[in-house]
């Protein structure tokens, strides 16, 4: 069964602090999909990225950056010179390709707080 | 370019009413999803159709129903409400995978906040 573990329930950093959030995964296909969500305090869910189990590169978009690694089974997510803005609930997700249903399993997230 | 719409945002129910919450996408996406999402918990997969006329139950199932009578529709029924129903719900979908360029990503809706007193 697939699994994702978001060990970090809250995270406080002041404003311009860099801040790394962690995603711990679990799962037996060697096909699979791994996301970050973004929850602003107005409540949707906001996508931020996809990588799938093939691609291992890291990715830098602006002041966010994620660094997947199979060998850790690990897909963490880095926010460069925090805002304000980037206070909000992050999920981490994961949905197995060969279930044929796609659906997403979520971590239960981290609440970001950054102060001014 | 309305993506995926949630009917209704808030409701408050008393113990024993039912209710449909209804979603619906305009993006003619195969696959739809119904989560729930609780303090402390994540989101949770209640239920979820592959397509039109078809569903499944997910991870927490007991208390729900839903159809799928339209591509675009997926309807989640509570036919006796409880407090501990008492949530967020969110609306996903998805295209298939081999249908357009932003395969694998699931869209949510606004969400429907709901209380059962």
């Known amino acids: 069964a697939q699994k994702v573990t978001q060990a970090q329930t809250e995270i406080s950093v002041v404003e311009k602090e860099d801040v790394t959030l962690d995603c711990v995964y679990e799962?037996?296909?060697?096909?699979?999909?791994l996301f970050w969500y973004k929850q602003p305090p107005s409540g949707e869910l906001v996508f931020l990225i996809r990588?799938?189990?093939?691609?291992?590169q890291n990715e830098i978009s602006g002041r966010y950056s994620w660094n997947f690694q199979k060998s850790t089974s690990s897909f963490n997510f880095t926010i460069t010179a925090s805002q304000v803005v980037d206070s909000a609930v992050y999920f981490c997700a994961l949905s197995e390709d060969g279930g044929s249903n796609y659906k997403l399993t979520f971590g239960k997230g981290t609440l970001l707080t950054v102060n001014p | 370019n309305a993506g995926v719409t949630q009917t209704p945002k808030f409701r408050v129910l008393k113990t024993g009413q039912s209710m449909t919450l209804l979603c619906a996408q305009d993006m003619n996406h195969e696959y739809m999803y119904w989560y729930r999402q609780d303090p402390g918990m994540g989101l949770r997969l209640i239920h979820y159709?592959?397509?039109?006329?078809?569903?499944a139950k997910g991870e927490v199932p007991d208390g729900y129903n839903v159809s799928r009578l339209k591509k675009q529709n997926f309807l989640l029924g509570l036919e006796s409400a409880a407090p501990s129903q008492t949530s967020v719900y969110f609306c996903?979908?998805?295209?298939?995978?081999?249908?357009?360029?932003?395969?694998?990503?699931?869209?949510f809706g606004a969400g429907t906040r709901l209380s059962v007193l």
């Open positions: 799962t037996r296909d060697t096909t699979y999909y």
């Open positions: 996903a979908s998805r295209p298939h995978p081999g249908q357009g360029s932003a395969k694998n990503i699931q869209y």
């Open positions: 159709s592959v397509g039109e006329g078809t569903t």
């Open positions: 990588r799938n189990s093939f691609d291992e």
